[in-house]
């Protein structure tokens, strides 16, 4: 797993006031009210610094100039010399990047919570809304800049909810994509953004599904993500393998657990299992 992944995950899970046992969903009696947010994320509590979000959008573009270390060095300045970095990574494809991911994970949700087994289950209200009712969910892409100006594209939600005794809690859902170059040919920027509006579809459809699994209990299992099955597998970013709780399967990806009450979900062919014990 890359240094800066850890770092943005681990960076999201302080700013949520995560703790360190997992958040389970309680059993929900009446219709589940859940919102899907068009929220910005905030540039003071949820960005890195450094990173660029994209104006209007829910896109953010982190890791140009190599580490984290030139904000640390430099201070102030170093920031915003990053930040400038960043933000021009995009510049040259940046309309394609004005985007919003409410409308797309609105469907998505409204899909998948008619489906068996949640629709059995629960009845949903599935609103467009900025308003923590029972669920609160919230799109997001980033992009992470490699030193070769490739892109490494992961979408995330974040799930905010209230348990049966009012308290909040929060998770994260991260769908990993390929690893493209941000502009250019063959690129996700490249042919009105093709590419990453097919990994939109995909990575939000998939996130999707692994939320009401997880509503359910497929994924939770009962908070106990240490004593899951441990897997290894072939990140695209990394050299070597690395191991991680197995939380559920399904035909064409996997789920699994790396941080705190971070789920993330895997293509099995781009990221294949090697072994599982």
């Given amino acids: ?12 899970i302080l700013s949520l006031a995560g703790c360190s046992s997992v958040a389970i969903y309680p059993v929900y009696k009446d219709t589940v009210k859940v919102s899907i947010s068009a929220e910005a994320l905030s540039s003071w509590s949820e960005v890195p610094a450094g990173a660029s979000l994209v104006e209007d959008s829910q896109v953010i573009v982190t890791g140009r100039g190599g580490t984290n270390e030139l904000p640390i060095l430099l201070g102030i300045v170093g920031i915003a010399i990053q930040k400038g970095l960043n933000s021009s ?5 940046k309309q394609n990047y004005k985007i919003k991911f409410d409308s797309e994970f609105y469907e998505a949700f409204q899909r998948n919570s008619s489906r068996q087994p949640y629709a059995s289950r629960y009845k949903f209200s599935i609103l467009k809304s900025n308003k923590l009712e029972d669920i609160w969910l919230r799109p997001a892409a980033w992009f992470l800049i490699k030193d070769n100006s490739q892109a490494f594209l992961l979408f995330q939600v974040v799930a905010r909810f209230i348990d049966e005794s009012g308290n909040k809690h929060s998770k994260m859902y991260w769908s990993r994509n390929e690893i493209l170059p941000l502009s ?17 579809s995909r990575s939000l459809e ?7 699994l997880d509503m359910v209990g497929e994924c939770s299992k009962e908070g106990q993500y240490d004593k899951q099955p441990q897997i290894q597998w072939k990140p695209l970013d990394e050299d070597k393998p690395i ?14 657990n790396m941080w705190g009450n971070s789920v993330v979900v895997v293509d099995r062919v781009l990221e294949p299992i090697i072994s599982k014990n």
């Fill in 89 to 93: 990574s995009i510049s040259d494809a």
């Fill in 206 to 212: 998939r996130i999707a599904q692994v939320i009401l």
């Fill in 184 to 200: 250019g040919s063959g690129g996700w920027s490249d042919d009105n953004a093709k590419l990453f509006k097919q990994a939109t």
């Fill in 243 to 256: 191991k991680s709780n197995l939380l559920c399967e399904q035909p064409d990806y996997f789920v699994t």
């Fill in 1 to 12: 797993m890359s240094k800066l992944l850890i770092f943005v995950t681990y960076s999201l």
